[in-house]
């Protein structure tokens, strides 16, 4: 298994080599996915409005409205899907190709769907149990008979067990969305595999890599939030002193900085998607050769 410092520079390479293909590209696919959601959201706003018509009971419109407001992120789905399999395609010494965005949609769309959905629901579980816990639990342990206990002590065991629960929550939450981090890339690499089979290849991919990659996002983050703030501090020792000598200039400069800081921001989130990729090919091959 590659070192993270080496993804990082394979990685790294291949946004060099392919920057190119992989921004024109993806602000095509941007522009398309927008047209896209607009046609679609449109034709499921008639459908709804059409629903609200014919079910008189509020409960089953309501279900309607919830199943409509699911359906709306279908394209955005499969689209972002597409973006995965893109970078793996980048990972493997393949093209990034814009048929590739299509593919989740026209290769086993059922079972695609079906894995993101399960993906979600399982990492938002800890949500919704520490929720749970915590409007059932920590609430009425500051309750005695019927009447609200103002003292410290209650107060404070109701305090330590809230931060508990969430604490727990935050770390079971980290920990699935890690096992759970490579199910768009199996869905790919497995093509003809079924649900459960490219659920369980996910994890016995990322099993045994857990703190490795856990370490590789916090070394990714930190780079990206300090070159954030390096260029945002650096854009106000600039800025602020001029704006008292030439304000127009002030304000050209604040603009050109600012549009600067989201391309910086938009190349290291394509970076962590290629990072990714390169660390999923690795532990990928290396469990295929044991």
């Known amino acids: 298994m590659m070192k993270n410092n080496e993804i990082r520079h394979a990685s790294d390479h291949i946004l060099k080599a392919e920057w190119q293909a992989i921004l024109s590209k993806s602000v095509l696919m941007f522009l398309l996915m927008i047209v896209i959601q607009v046609i679609y959201n449109a034709f499921l706003f008639v459908v709804a409005v059409s629903l609200i018509g014919v079910f008189d009971n509020l409960f089953l419109q309501a279900l309607g409205g919830i199943a409509m407001f699911l ?29 590739t965005f299509f593919e989740p949609l026209m290769s086993h769309p059922v079972r695609n769907l ?42 404070g065991i109701a305090t330590i067990f809230i931060i508990t629960v969430a604490i727990a929550m935050t770390l079971l939450s980290i920990w699935l969305n890690v096992i759970m981090a490579f199910t768009d890339f199996v869905l790919k690499d497995r093509v003809d595999s079924g649900t459960f089979a490219v659920i369980r290849s996910a994890f016995e991919t990322i099993k045994g890599h857990v703190l490795k990659y856990i370490g590789l996002q916090i070394i990714l983050m930190l780079q990206l939030f300090g070159g954030l703030l390096l260029g945002l501090g650096l854009l106000m ?9 030439v304000e127009w200039l002030s304000v050209i400069i604040g603009i050109i900085g600012s549009i600067l800081l989201v391309v910086f921001a938009f190349a290291m989130m394509i970076r962590f998607n290629i990072i990714d990729a390169v660390f999923y090919r690795a532990a990928a091959t290396e469990n295929r050769n044991d």
Request: proline residues 5%; aromatic residues 12%.
């Open 71 to 99: 359906l709306a992120s279908l394209p955005r789905v499969f689209i972002n899907m597409g973006f995965n399999w893109n970078f793996l395609n980048l990972a493997t010494e393949a093209a990034f190709d814009v048929r």
């Open 237 to 245: 020792l600039i800025t602020v002193p001029l704006a008292n000598i």
């Open 114 to 155: 079906i894995v993101t959905l399960f993906r979600e629901l399982i990492v938002s579980l800890p949500v919704f149990v520490g929720y749970l816990l915590i409007a059932n639990i920590g609430g009425p342990i500051v309750i005695l008979n019927g009447q609200l206990e103002t003292s410290i002590y209650s107060f």
